[in-house]
C-alpha cells in the first residue's frame, strides 16, 4: 500500500505534463501555418465558384412564357405572340413548339445556345408569321430532323436557309422531313426590293431546294397547298434520298419541267387536287423508271382528247396509279365523267369543242364587237350627207390634178407645142 501511494502521485503529475506538451505543439502548428489554412480556404471557394459558374444556366428551368415537360423533353410556347426565340429554352429539349406567334424573321444563328440544344430534333414554326428566314438560321442544331414553316407568309427564304455551320451550302443539313405547306406571299410593299417581287414562291422554294448538296439526306417534302402553277427544272435534282413528296391541291398545269429521273428511292408521290390535264410521255417513262413509287392522281380535269392516247395506254399497264380506276375524264364534255382506264383509243380525237366557260366567253366577244361595229355604222349614218361632201371634194381634187398631168402629157407629146412653149417668151 505504502508504494502504491506513492507512485500514484507521480503517474498524475506525468499525464499533466503530456497533456500541456500537447497544446503547446497544437498552439506552435497553428501560429507557424496561418497563410496556407487561409489560401486553402480560398482555393476552395474559387472552386465551388468555378464549379457552379461551369454548370449549364437554366439547364432544367422552363421559360416563362412556355409550358415544359423534362420527362417528354418537350416544350411549347403555343400563342405567346413571342417576337424571337426564348433564349433561356432548356438544353434537354427535343421537341419544340413556336407555332402562333409573332416571330417576322429567323436571323442568322437563331438557335445557337450555350450550352447549345444538341438534343433538339423536332421543330414546329407553323403559323409565326414568318417573313424572312436568312442564311444559317438553323446552325447549331446538329440533330434537328423535322422542320415544320407551315402556314408562313414568306417574303424570303435563304438558298442556304437550311445549311449548316455558318450557312455554307457544303455542309449538309441534318433534316430528314421539311413541311413547307401553305406557303403565301405576302401583299408587296412600296420598299421591297424588285428582285423580291420578282420572284414567285415556286422559284423561291425551289432555290432554297436546290442548294449545293444541303438536303441530300431530306426523306420526307411536303409542298402542299401552295397554288404553285408549276415547279422549275432541276427543283428536285439534288433530291435523291427523297422517299416521300407530297403536291397535291396546287394548281400544277404540266409535269414538263418536273424531272423525277434521281428520285430512285421515291415511295409516294402525290399529286391529287392540281391542273394536270394529261402527262406526256417522257414523264410516264420517269415514273415507270421508279422502282417502288406509288403515284397518286386523284381529282385533276384530265382533258379526254387526242393527246390522251398515250397516257390512257400507259394507266392499262402500269400498277404503279393508286386507284387509277377512280380516274375520269372532265373534258370534253360527251366524255365527261368516263374511266379513263376504260376509254376505247378510237373515241379519243381532237374535235374543235371548247368548254361551256370558253363558249360563253366567245359569245360575249362576238356581242361586244357587234355593238362596236353598229355604233360605227351608225355614226357614218348620222354623217353621211358631211361623208359625201367631203368625198365630192377629194373627187374634184383628183379630177383637177389628173387634167394637169394629161394637159402636160399632150404638150410634151406634140413637138409643135413643145417649141411654142419654148419660145413663149418671144
Partial sequence: MPGGC???????????????????????????????????????????????????????????????????????????????????????????????????????????????????????????????VHAGAFEDLPSLRQLDLSH??????????????????????????????????????????????????????????????????????????????????????????????????????????????????????????????VLHNGTLAELQGLGHVKVFLDNNPWVCDCHMVDMVTWLKETEIVEGKTRLTCAFPEKMRNQILVELNISSLDCDPVLPPSLQTSYVFLGIVLALIGAIFLLVLYLNRKGIKKWMHNIRDACRDHMEGYHYRYEINADPRLTNLSSNSDV
Avoid at 406567334?101 to 444563328?109: H, I, K, R, S, T
Avoid at 445556345?113 to 424572312?132: D, F, H, Q
Wanted: glycine share 6%; net charge neutral.
Fill in 6 to 132: 506513492s507512485r500514484g502521485p507521480a503517474t498524475g503529475g506525468g499525464r499533466l505534463r503530456l497533456a500541456r506538451l500537447a497544446l503547446v505543439l497544437l498552439g506552435w502548428v497553428s501560429s507557424s501555418f496561418p497563410t496556407s489554412s487561409a489560401t486553402s480556404s480560398n482555393a476552395s471557394a474559387s472552386f465551388l465558384a468555378s464549379a457552379a459558374s461551369a454548370q449549364p444556366p437554366l439547364s432544367s428551368q422552363c421559360p416563362a412564357t412556355c409550358e415544359c415537360s423534362e420527362a417528354a423533353r418537350t416544350v411549347k410556347c403555343v400563342n405567346r405572340n413571342l417576337t424571337e426565340v426564348p433564349a433561356d429554352l432548356p438544353s434537354y429539349v427535343r421537341t419544340l413548339f413556336l407555332t402562333g406567334n409573332l416571330l417576322a424573321e429567323l436571323p442568322a444563328g437563331a438557335f445557337s445556345r450555350r450550352p447549345p440544344l444538341t438534343e433538339l430534333a423536332a421543330l414546329n414554326l407553323s403559323g409565326s408569321r414568318l417573313a424572312e
Fill in 152 to 277: 408562313n407568309p414568306l417574303l424570303h427564304l435563304s438558298p442556304f436557309a437550311f445549311s449548316g455551320i455558318n450557312g455554307s451550302a457544303s455542309t449538309p443539313s441534318p433534316l430528314m422531313e421539311l413541311i413547307l405547306n401553305h406557303v403565301e406571299r405576302p401583299a408587296q410593299d412600296q420598299d421591297q426590293d424588285q428582285n423580291e417581287k420578282n420572284q414567285s414562291v415556286e422559284v423561291m422554294v425551289a432555290s432554297a431546294l436546290r442548294a449545293g448538296h444541303t438536303l441530300r439526306g431530306l426523306r420526307h417534302l411536303e409542298l402542299a397547298s401552295n397554288h404553285f402553277l408549276y415547279l422549275p427544272r432541276d427543283t428536285l435534282s439534288q433530291l435523291s434520298g427523297l422517299r416521300h413528296l407530297d403536291l397535291r391541291n396546287n394548281s400544277l398545269v404540266s409535269l414538263t419541267y418536273l424531272s423525277f429521273r434521281n428520285l430512285t428511292h421515291l415511295e409516294s408521290l402525290h399529286l391529287e387536287d392540281n391542273a394536270l390535264k
